[in-house]
């Protein structure tokens, strides 16, 4: 039980490292309204 | 859309004063004259006053909510300003919270430099014009003047080595999510001054928006800049990267109090987005409850790997915004009245957390668990409260937060059904484990040597005063609850008409 737990949280801290960048969070909202427009 | 002028109701125009007092009590606190430790006693006299100018609220609840009141208008400057039962309960928690920092920053002797307090107040006026006003771009105006005053404060006053990330973090998230605000309040009004059968004409008035007819082309578009503005400051999964540094690394209760205190994000999605972008708001629901869903468990796995308190209360907040979304994108009268009152009940309750993590930084030094322990012994008082906020935020019984949580299940298991209700549920249950771990660990584990026991003084009264008011608030609403689910039953009833006619 503990060690997929694990590894389910060293991918939350691997995204969360992408989504403290601002680039990537131009890039999701860019991608976004091109997917809607 | 009615309102109902102030002179009907009120001697003086409320809203305005509630605006210009902060206002002139910053020009007071920014007048060198006054730059003696007296003149730092100021706030809490201007707080009393906000309160005080609240009570004609009460004195006219006979009304319906969901009618604006005290209505203000000034067409040279697009001024208009109303109160409904949407605004009510987070116009008088930015009075509480004005008034609980004021004498948070006398507890921990930060009132000495006047023009801090000038800035709190300015900041207080910003929110009160946000929380009051029907126009879009009053609302961006005040918002872009918040978000700088609190960049300000982070330059300013950070407590960490790491300000300047966490204050360029701070300002390209905020500041990005601030374009994309009015980039859709733009797109929006010129695709209803496009349809306007009348002719065109440009209004960023609430009113004059909904008084025009729905526009359809647009609207996802319209929708997505705002809920992407308003998702930023909320902050909301995937778009919260600016927190965790900003709360790690930047002040450790004011800025965080007054950023998420007052959750201006999800007010501005209830004032504004569900009502301007009804349609694209029923189209996009799913994708948006997803990713809230997603959030509650994402953030509640990143808070258990924090070994800070600072980053840990950041993630908490990601993980109980989620649930306040939930709440209101179900669409549903008790979804999004449970949504206003959870939103209320999580800043109170996150503020008396922030504000007792600031007295804990006060005496060890630092907010690192590993170096934390034993507080309880000493400081027992801190740690009650900081309990008794932890619990609020997971919704116990005696706090407001019980009462919101159960509108929102109930609402999530009627628009979505039962399974992924349970699933946020058992997000929100989540939480109890990494608050409980986090408040063992910092009060009643065993002391580390290099916190000595004399090094941390006992309560102050004005720390008791602060906590205790806090927590006197949160238990007050939470064991009687109907005054406020009287305020919000009425607009809530009225904003979901909007999905279920």
Same mark, same amino acid.
Not at chain 2, 188 to 215: K, M
Not at chain 2, 279 to 306: H, K, S, T
Not at chain 2, 459 to 471: N, R
């Given at each position: 039980?503990m060690?997929p737990?694990?590894?389910?949280?060293?991918y939350?801290?691997?995204?969360?490292?992408l989504?403290?960048?601002?680039?990537y969070?131009?890039?999701?909202?860019?991608a976004t309204?091109?997917v809607i427009? | 859309?009615?309102?109902?002028h102030?002179?009907?109701?009120a001697?003086?125009p409320l809203?305005?004063?509630?605006?210009?007092l902060p206002?002139?009590?910053?020009?007071?606190?920014a007048?060198?004259?006054?730059?003696s430790?007296?003149?730092?006693?100021?706030?809490p006299?201007?707080?009393?006053?906000?309160?005080?100018?609240?009570?004609?609220?009460r004195?006219h609840?006979?009304?319906?909510?969901?009618?604006?009141q005290?209505a203000?208008r000034?067409?040279l400057?697009a001024y208009?300003?109303?109160?409904?039962?949407?605004?009510?309960?987070?116009?008088?928690l930015t009075?509480?919270?004005?008034?609980l920092?004021?004498?948070?920053g006398m507890?921990?002797?930060q009132?000495?430099?006047v023009?801090?307090?000038?800035?709190?107040l300015?900041?207080?006026?910003?929110l009160m014009?946000m929380?009051?006003?029907?126009?879009?771009?009053?609302?961006a105006?005040?918002?872009?003047?918040?978000?700088?005053?609190i960049?300000?404060?982070?330059?300013?006053?950070a407590?960490?080595?790491?300000?300047k990330?966490?204050?360029?973090r701070?300002l390209?998230y905020q500041?990005?999510?601030w374009c994309?605000?009015?980039?859709?309040?733009?797109v929006?009004?010129?695709?209803h001054?496009?349809a306007?059968?009348?002719?065109?004409?440009?209004?960023?008035?609430?009113?004059d928006l909904?008084a025009t007819?729905?526009?359809?082309?647009?609207q996802s578009?319209?929708?997505?800049l705002?809920?992407?503005?308003?998702a930023?400051?909320?902050?909301?999964?995937?778009l919260?990267?600016?927190?965790?540094?900003?709360?790690g690394?930047?002040?450790i209760?004011?800025g965080p109090?007054?950023l998420?205190?007052?959750?201006?994000?999800?007010?501005?999605?209830?004032?504004?987005?569900?009502?301007?972008t009804?349609?694209a708001?029923v189209?996009?629901?799913?994708y948006v409850? !997803?990713?809230?869903?997603?959030?509650? +468990?994402?953030? #509640?796995? $990143? &808070?258990? @790997?924090?070994?800070? /308190?600072?980053?840990?209360m950041?993630f908490?907040?990601?993980s109980?915004?989620?649930?306040?979304?939930?709440?209101l994108?179900?669409?549903h009268?008790a979804g999004?009245?449970?949504a206003?009152?959870l939103a209320?009940?999580f800043?109170l309750?996150?503020?008396?957390?922030?504000l007792?993590?600031g007295y804990?930084?006060?005496?060890?030094g630092?907010?690192n668990?590993d170096?934390?322990?034993?507080?309880?012994?000493r400081?027992p008082?801190?740690?009650?409260?900081f309990?008794?906020?932890?619990?609020?935020l997971?919704g116990m019984?005696?706090?407001?937060?019980?009462?919101?949580?159960?509108?929102?299940l109930?609402?999530?298991?009627e628009?979505f059904?039962?399974?992924?209700?349970i699933?946020?549920?058992?997000g929100?249950?989540?939480? !109890?484990?990494?608050l409980?771990w986090? +408040?063992q660990? #910092?009060? $009643? &584990?065993? @002391?580390?040597?290099d /916190?000595p026991a004399?090094?941390?003084a006992r309560?102050?009264?004005?720390?008791?005063?602060v906590?205790?008011?806090?927590?006197?608030?949160?238990?007050?609403?939470?064991?009687?609850p109907?005054?406020?689910l009287?305020l919000?039953d009425?607009?809530?009833q009225a904003l979901?008409a909007l999905?279920h006619?």
């Amino acid at each position: 039980m503990m060690k997929p737990l694990r590894r389910i949280g060293r991918y939350a801290d691997a995204i969360e490292l992408l989504l403290e960048q601002p680039r990537y969070l131009m890039l999701m909202v860019m991608a976004t309204l091109v997917v809607i427009l | 859309m009615n309102e109902v002028h102030w002179a009907a109701l009120a001697g003086y125009p409320l809203l305005a004063t509630l605006q210009l007092l902060p206002l002139l009590g910053a020009l007071f606190a920014a007048d060198p004259a006054q730059g003696s430790p007296g003149g730092g006693r100021r706030p809490p006299v201007c707080g009393r006053r906000i309160d005080r100018g609240a009570r004609p609220l009460r004195a006219h609840r006979c009304l319906d909510d969901s009618v604006m009141q005290f209505a203000e208008r000034l067409d040279l400057l697009a001024y208009h300003a109303a109160a409904d039962g949407i605004s009510v309960l987070f116009i008088l928690l930015t009075a509480l919270l004005g008034v609980l920092l004021a004498f948070y920053g006398m507890a921990r002797q930060q009132v000495t430099p006047v023009h801090l307090l000038g800035v709190l107040l300015l900041i207080e006026a910003s929110l009160m014009s946000m929380l009051t006003t029907m126009n879009l771009l009053w609302f961006a105006a005040a918002s872009a003047l918040q978000l700088a005053l609190i960049g300000y404060l982070l330059w300013r006053w950070a407590s960490a080595s790491e300000e300047k990330l966490a204050l360029s973090r701070f300002l390209q998230y905020q500041f990005f999510g601030w374009c994309l605000f009015v980039a859709g309040a733009v797109v929006l009004v010129w695709s209803h001054a496009d349809a306007n059968p009348l002719g065109e004409r440009w209004s960023f008035d609430l009113f004059d928006l909904l008084a025009t007819p729905q526009i359809g082309k647009y609207q996802s578009a319209a929708f997505y800049l705002l809920f992407y503005g308003l998702a930023i400051r909320t902050p909301l999964f995937p778009l919260h990267g600016w927190l965790p540094n900003s709360a790690g690394y930047g002040l450790i209760a004011v800025g965080p109090v007054l950023l998420l205190g007052v959750k201006v994000g999800i007010y501005g999605m209830a004032r504004f987005l569900l009502p301007l972008t009804a349609e694209a708001v029923v189209i996009w629901q799913p994708y948006v409850v !997803a990713f809230a869903m997603v959030g509650v +468990f994402y953030a #509640a796995v $990143l &808070a258990f @790997r924090q070994a800070n /308190l600072r980053r840990l209360m950041a993630f908490a907040v990601v993980s109980h915004t989620s649930l306040i979304v939930i709440g209101l994108f179900t669409l549903h009268p008790a979804g999004v009245q449970g949504a206003l009152l959870l939103a209320v009940n999580f800043g109170l309750a996150i503020t008396v957390m922030l504000l007792m993590i600031g007295y804990v930084y006060r005496r060890a030094g630092t907010t690192n668990l590993d170096r934390l322990g034993g507080l309880f012994d000493r400081v027992p008082f801190i740690a009650i409260a900081f309990l008794v906020g932890g619990l609020a935020l997971l919704g116990m019984p005696g706090t407001p937060g019980f009462d919101a949580v159960h509108l929102v299940l109930e609402a999530s298991i009627e628009a979505f059904g039962a399974l992924p209700t349970i699933a946020t549920a058992l997000g929100n249950v989540a939480a !109890a484990g990494f608050l409980l771990w986090a +408040f063992q660990r #910092a009060f $009643l &584990a065993p @002391r580390p040597k290099d /916190l000595p026991a004399r090094r941390i003084a006992r309560t102050s009264p004005m720390e008791y005063a602060v906590g205790g008011a806090a927590l006197l608030v949160l238990l007050v609403a939470g064991f009687y609850p109907e005054p406020w689910l009287h305020l919000t039953d009425s607009a809530t009833q009225a904003l979901a008409a909007l999905f279920h006619p």
